[in-house]
């Protein structure tokens, strides 16, 4: 019991003049893109088959994007007959509907007391048809589907082949019919409802669903708190934004405490705490200490992870666990401040700059982790481009290739840290905050995960000589090679070398566009609230 035959079949009717019945393909591309992939065998109709199987359609009625089509045809006067299943709570939703198995009890019993009235209305509802009863569902709320067969007259191929030995009686799936608990016969292929009728039923449909998605978002509110409890660590402040639903924006700390901002490490985290407070929203740095996670550090925490620089680990997405279990010190690169961020629900993180396929990767294959974790998170990140180090079209080919859209604020072309605009141009570009917060808007209403790269210059001012810093990187390419430096140590050595390659110019430009994406991401985070 509880459970939807595979061949339960369910008929979905647009009322117009044909009244055809919505095929498999239809009604997946109105879920969303985790929906389609997980029945992609049945787009475009490579099934083969002209149903749809009683686990897709769970699937359909538990897609917020394909719920929220419904809507929107009902909205605009178009209106849609569904057959009874659609209305129907397996046990697989008695929790979430906040049924006890003694109201499921209940309501099937309820049930079975009208069930002599429902056998004359079910047989009246089949006279002068094939059908037979093939098969019997009845819902955790005590409504009864009933699944039937056609029976399917081999005669005619007989005749054909002039052959009328052998041929056996054959069947094929028919459609089904629902019973209320109160007996009311519900749905049939043919019953349709007028709009009234209909309305009412979108009404019954959407209490279906709100109260299925309300308890299932408090379990996962319980879930994350004991998660968070357990592994992260709060700052008072971060906290309270959380809980009052406040924008809060979380700060990748290795480009301050493991970048080339040094000495005046501290004094520069505070200021870029209280650039993104003067925006109107919460700063979190992200940061492991002593083994757990902290977002939003203390005055006490900034300093003390200044006393660690050049020894501090950091971490990318796929470290975090590592550290948390060997009680280390971390500070978190954009990948990993972006999985801490999605852990927690958050929506907007900025850095300094992305990793990405470095030079020379077709023989090192050193691609960083920043491009998977902006691939599997639904967080926007803002900063300053790509690392100087990076084989910019391939990097900018593997965010495509991921589906990341890049997104240039105020520019065509894509920054390289310190220096505004490469020869590489951008297919979009946006020039407020509040555009860029709406893609996240849209991202999340339609059930499109992933994240969204956007990429923010440095302020014109403080931007260096692209020749000078093209020859700094080769220098210090140069460099690591000779002296064989590899792997994460690469990067640090690295960037070290240009630091000293540029002189003090090159810190006075990171500390200007990390301001600058902090303001930024602000902005976004205090429309995305809105």
Not at 67 to 82: I, K, N, P, Q, S
Not at 254 to 262: D, Q
Request: aromatic share 8%; charged share 25%; glycine share 8%.
């Amino acid at each position: 019991m509880g459970k939807i035959s595979s061949d339960f079949y369910n008929r979905f009717y647009r009322i117009d003049a044909m009244e055809q019945p919505f095929s498999a393909d239809e009604l997946l591309r109105m879920a969303s893109v985790d929906t389609q992939e997980e029945y992609a065998g049945w787009l475009n109709g490579d099934s083969g088959e002209d149903y749809i199987p009683g686990d897709m359609l769970l699937a359909l009625l538990r897609d917020r994007a394909f719920f929220a089509e419904l809507l929107r045809m009902r909205d605009t006067g178009e209106y849609v007959v569904l057959s009874g299943v659609t209305l129907g709570i397996t046990t697989e939703h008695i929790e979430k509907m906040g049924l006890t198995p003694e109201d499921t009890a209940e309501n099937i019993a309820r049930f079975f007391e009208v069930e002599d009235h429902v056998i004359p209305v079910l047989r009246s509802a089949m006279a002068g048809s094939r059908d037979e009863v093939s098969g019997l569902c009845i819902f955790a709320n005590g409504w009864l589907g009933v699944e039937t067969e056609r029976t399917v007259d081999p005669g005619w191929a007989a005749e054909e082949n002039g052959d009328n030995e052998g041929m056996e009686e054959e069947y094929e799936p028919s459609t089904s019919y629902i019973f209320s608990n109160s007996g009311e016969l519900v749905a049939t292929p043919d019953l349709h409802y007028d709009i009234d009728s209909w309305m009412d039923f979108v009404d019954l449909f959407s209490t279906i669903h709100e109260e299925a998605f309300a308890a299932e978002d408090e379990f996962d509110a319980a879930e994350k708190d004991d998660f968070s409890n357990q592994f992260i660590v709060f700052s008072e402040e971060v906290e309270e934004a959380v809980q009052d639903g406040r924008p809060v924006v979380v700060i990748e700390s290795a480009g301050t405490f493991g970048g080339m901002i040094y000495p005046g490490i501290a004094e520069f985290a505070f200021r870029m705490r209280n650039t993104i407070r003067e925006n109107g929203a919460t700063p979190a740095f992200a940061a492991i200490i002593r083994g757990q996670i902290h977002l939003g550090l203390t005055d006490e925490e900034i300093r003390y992870l200044e006393t660690k620089r050049g020894s501090v680990l950091k971490a990318t997405a796929r470290d975090i666990p590592i550290l948390l279990a060997m009680k280390a010190d971390a500070v978190l690169t954009i990948s990993a401040a972006v999985q801490v961020a999605s852990m927690v629900g958050l929506f907007v993180a900025c850095g300094s700059g992305i990793g990405g396929v470095q030079i020379g990767a077709e023989k090192t294959w050193d691609i960083s982790n920043d491009l998977t974790s902006l691939t599997n998170n639904s967080v926007m990140v803002i900063c300053s481009g790509t690392k100087p180090l990076l084989d910019l079209n391939l990097t900018m080919e593997y965010l495509e290739t991921a589906g990341v859209p890049v997104i240039g604020y105020k520019t065509d072309r894509m920054p390289e840290y310190m220096v505004r605009g490469s020869g590489y141009h951008l297919t979009y570009r946006m020039n407020t905050p509040h555009e860029l917060a709406e893609i996240m808007k849209i991202k999340a209403k339609m059930g499109i995960d992933g994240g969204v790269l956007v990429v923010n210059p440095v302020p014109k001012e403080f931007e260096l000589d692209s020749g000078k810093t093209k020859d700094a990187v080769k220098a210090a390419l140069h460099d690591a090679s000779k002296i064989g430096v590899r792997g994460k140590a690469a990067a640090s050595y690295m960037m070290g070398r240009i630091k000293e390659y540029l002189g003090s110019d090159s810190v006075e430009s990171q500390k200007a566009f990390l301001i600058n994406n902090a303001m930024l991401a602000s902005k976004v985070a205090l429309e995305i609230r809105k």
